[in-house]
C-alpha cells in the first residue's frame, strides 16, 4: 500500500515538473512567434518591388528602402573585411600565444570592449574620423561596425580554437610540421565551423546596430557607392520612419523591420548549415 | 652496433613534482627496445623526452643529456622539428587529423615534400597503409573522414601516418592497446621488419609482446629505471627481484 502511495506521488510530481518547463518553454517561444507574426502582419503588405528597389520620397509619392539595403550591405561588407582577418588573427594569437601578459591584456580589453554600448564606439569613430573628415561617411559607419565585430570574433574563435584538443596538434607537430603549419592547416580546420559560426552572428549582431550608424555614416536619399559619403541603412532607415509624423512611414518602418528580419534569419540559418561537420 | 640514443643522468619534473629519477641507458641502432612497468611510472614521459614533445607542457623540466647520433638534443641551438621529423612517434591515445584517411597518412609527406607528384604521393600512402596493416579495410573510402574509423583503425591509421615520414626512429607508445588478435600480430611483425631499417622504441603492457619482439627490455617504476638487459635475460633470469616480481605477474 504504501509503496503504491509514495509511487503515484513521484509520477504527479514528475507530471507537474514537466508540465511547468514545457510551459515556459512555450512561453518563450509564443514571445518570439508574436514579435514575427506581428512584424509580418504589419509589414508584409507594403513589401513590393518598388519598395525594395526605390529610394526614399516625400511622404505620400512612395518610395523605398533600396538605397538602405544597399547600404547596410556595402558597410557590412567592408566592417567584415576589416574585422573578421583582424578578430580571427587576434584568436588566433590569444589561444595559441596568449598566455602571458600582453595576451591577458587583450582578452580583458576585448572583453570590456564587447560590454561597451555600441553608441560609445560610434562617438569614438565620431571623434576620429567624422571630426577631422568634416563629413559623415560610409567608411566610418563601417569601422564603428569594425570595432564592434572584433572583439566578438577573437573571442570566439579564441574559444574555438581551445576546443581543439591538444592531442591533434602534438600529432602533426610530431612529424615534424612547424608550429604555424599546425596553428594553419591542423588546428584552423578542426575549428572552423565554430569560427565561421561566430563569424557569422557576430555580422548579424553588427547588421542590427543603430546606434553607432546614426553618428557615422548618418543616411542618404540616393544609392551610395562611395565610401567617403553618407550611406543609407536599413536600421537608421528604420529609425527615421518609425519616429516620422505620418502613419504610411510607420508601416514602411514594419516592411523594412521585415526585411532586416529576414536577413538577419538566412544569416542565422547560414550558421546552421555551416556548422554541419564535414569531418 | 652503435648506439643511437644514449641517456644520461635525465630527471625530469612536472612543475615540482619528478616523474623521472636520474636515468641512464643506452637505445642501440636498429634494435626494439621495449619500456615496461605499471601504469604511472614515467613510460610516455621518458618517451616523449626523446622527440622532445614534453616542450608543449609549459611547466616541465628536463636535466640531464640525452643524445641522439652523438648530439645533445636538449642544446638550445637545436631544430627542434628537424629532430620530431627524425624521431617519429604513435602516441598512446591514437590522435587522427580532422581530414580524410588519405590527407592523414599525406600529411608528414606533404610538409616534409617528400613526393614527386601526385602518383608517388599516392604510392607512399598506400605503403604507410599497407605497412600498418590497414590498406585492405579502407583502400576503396579513402576520401572518407578517419573519425569513422573503429578505435583500432584509428590506431594503426596514426602508425601509417608515422611511418609515411619514414623517421629514423619510430617511438610507439602502446601502439596495439586497442587491437585484436590478429591487427596486434600484423603490428608485431612490422615492427620486427622495421627494425631492419629503423630504430624502435616501442612502450608496452602484454610482456609476451614484449619477450615476442624486442631485442632489449627496460623495466621502470615510480619514475625509475630498475633494470635494462636483453630480453631473453630480462625474462629468464632478471638482475632485480623487482623486475622478476612484475614480469611474473606478482604486482602491478
Ligand atoms: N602533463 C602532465 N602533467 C603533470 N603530471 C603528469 C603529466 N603527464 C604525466 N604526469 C605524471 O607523471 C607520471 C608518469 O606518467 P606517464 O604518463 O609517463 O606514465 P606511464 O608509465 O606512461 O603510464 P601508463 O602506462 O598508464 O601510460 C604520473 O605520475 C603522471 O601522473
Ligand atoms: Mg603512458
Redesign the pocket.
Known sequence: MMDRNTHSRRKLVSGAMTLITAACAIAAIIVLVLILTYIAAKGLTTINYEFLTDTPKPVGEGGGIGNAIMGSALMTLLATAIGLPIGIGAGVYLAEFGENIFGNTVRFLADTLIGVPSIIVGIFIYTLIVLPMGRQSGLAGALSLAIIMIPIVARTTEEMIRLVPQSMREGALALGAPQWRVTWNIVMPAAASGIATGAMLSIARISGETAPLLFTALNSRFYNYFFDQPMASLTVQIYNYATGPFEIEHQMAWAATLILVGLILVINVLVRFLTKKKY | MGDKISIKNLNFY?GK?Q?LYDISMKIPEREVMAFV?P????????LRVFNRMNDT?PYARVEGEVKIDGKNIYKTKTDVVALRRKVGMVF?KSNPFPKSIFENVAYGIRINKMHSGKKDLADRVEKALRDAALWDEVSDRLNTSAFGLSGGQQQRLCIARALAVQPEVILMDEPASALDPIATQKIEELVVELKKKYTIVI?T?NMQQAARISDKTAF?ML?KLIEVNPTEKMFTNPDDELTEDYITGRFG
Open positions: 612536472y613534482n616523474a612497468g601504469s604511472g611510472c614515467g613510460k610516455s614521459t621518458f607542457i598512446q612502450v603492457h621502470f619514475g
